[in-house]
């Protein structure tokens, strides 16, 4: 049974990581795109460190400069006096051993010691609070025989401090309403006007650079297992029936009867005659008789098993419809008909190029919408 690559997507409209410099008020940051949801934004700072809404704090900590193991002698290093906050000074004390092992050493340590507790950085003792921010702090007092075995400073105070403030969403007043810009407010200036955030947020639809408003991307992603989404059967049929249409015949310079004219064409006026209506038909007529013939090739010729699924047996209609709305919108529906007699109906709308297209713009143009999952079958 043969298989494609997914490449027919349903947008998320993310906008991932977008780099924006702080206003000169170094409190704000206007992002490009409006910002559709608050559940959905992440700030990143200067590009090193994720910057929650509440801030981001470091604990009260220290590390000593000598690496271990380390022997303890009864009397003589085997105490850790510290005091954290405003609570009492705790005395830890750690029994004798020779070379003693540091994921020994530490456990011993953190299991009497409160409000703070011992790891391991690159070899070396680390000594740090459980809470966050410059509210906590923890001294280490004098005649902490321990701190001076491991290379800690005694007599000193130690305390937390704010990396980056707290960040609100506040509506920009002078944007419209259906599409309002949200500002990314800190509570407090940043240190430098010449810092950067990148700023991850989703976006509503129509303002999305991803799709250009299409809802769908048209591009193959990846799963968890690192292998690409397949499209099969009637998904396949579409996908294929879709890429062979909407190609401009000629355009693949190894196949150039791959396409139809549909896009050349459709920019033509269309005549009450029906003079139009009938090349567009009589095109599509024929790339999918080229089409059909290819996949006889395929399961004749080279033996590759096509399902009744994905063959197409039968094109049964071709409507087009111009919009009463937007006179350079037209509707394309196809029906096309598989093996298994079930009729697949695609449906897509193009928009006309638009004066300023013609001079490089990328403003929305060609296919408007389509759908590669949401097919019509009677026999569902």
């Not at 020779?98 to 950085?121: E, F, P, Q, S, W």
């Not at 003792?125 to 923890?138: K, N, V």
């Not at 500002?183 to 200036?189: A, C, G, K, Q, R």
């Not at 695609?346 to 919408?369: C, F, I, V, W």
Request: hydrophobic fraction near 35%; glycine fraction near 8%; aromatic fraction near 8%.
């Amino acid at each position: 049974m043969s298989y494609d690559r997914q490449i027919d997507q349903v947008c998320p409209h993310l906008v991932v990581e977008e780099p924006l410099y702080v206003n000169p008020d170094r409190r704000s940051v206007r992002p490009l795109r409006p910002i559709a949801s608050a559940d959905w934004v992440s700030v990143r700072m200067d590009g090193q460190y994720e910057v929650p809404s509440a801030g981001t704090f470091t604990p009260a900590i220290t590390t000593g400069s000598r690496r271990g193991p380390f022997t303890i002698k009864t009397g003589v290093n085997d105490t850790f006096r510290v005091t954290v906050g405003t609570t009492a000074t705790q005395t830890l004390v750690v029994p004798a051993s020779n070379r003693m092992a540091l994921d020994r050493l530490i456990a011993l340590l953190n299991t009497h010691a409160k409000g703070v507790y011992c790891g391991l950085r690159n070899g070396l003792i680390q000594l740090q609070t459980q809470d966050s921010g410059p509210h906590t702090r923890f001294f280490i007092e004098p005649g902490s025989t321990l701190a001076e075995l491991f290379g800690m400073g005694q007599n000193r105070e130690y305390r937390g401090r704010q990396i980056a403030p707290g960040w609100t969403l506040i509506r920009d007043p002078l944007t419209l309403s259906d599409r309002p810009t949200r500002l990314i407010v800190f509570d407090e200036p940043l240190k430098s006007a010449g810092d950067f955030v990148e700023v991850s947020y989703s976006t509503i639809r129509q303002e999305c650079r991803r799709c250009g408003g299409l809802g769908i991307e048209n591009d193959w992603r990846y799963g968890n297992d690192g292998n690409t989404g397949e499209v099969r059967d009637e998904a396949l049929l579409i996908q294929e029936i879709q890429k062979l249409f909407y190609t401009l015949l000629g355009s693949n310079p190894f196949h150039t009867w791959y396409g139809t004219g549909l896009l050349e064409t459709i920019g033509k006026k269309l005549s009450a005659s029906g003079l139009v209506q009938n090349l567009i038909l009589s095109d599509i007529q024929q790339a999918f008789g080229r089409w059909q013939s290819i996949k006889k090739q395929q399961e004749n010729d080279v033996g590759q098993k096509v399902s009744d699924r994905e063959f197409p047996y039968q094109l049964l209609s071709v409507n087009l419809q111009q919009s009463t709305k937007d006179p350079t919108v037209v509707f394309v529906a196809i029906t096309i008909q598989n093996r298994s007699f079930d009729p697949i109906t695609l449906e897509r709308g193009l928009k006309l190029p638009q004066p300023y297209d013609l001079l490089g713009s990328t403003s929305q143009q060609g296919a408007m919408r389509q759908s590669l999952l949401n097919y019509v079958s009677s026999g569902e």
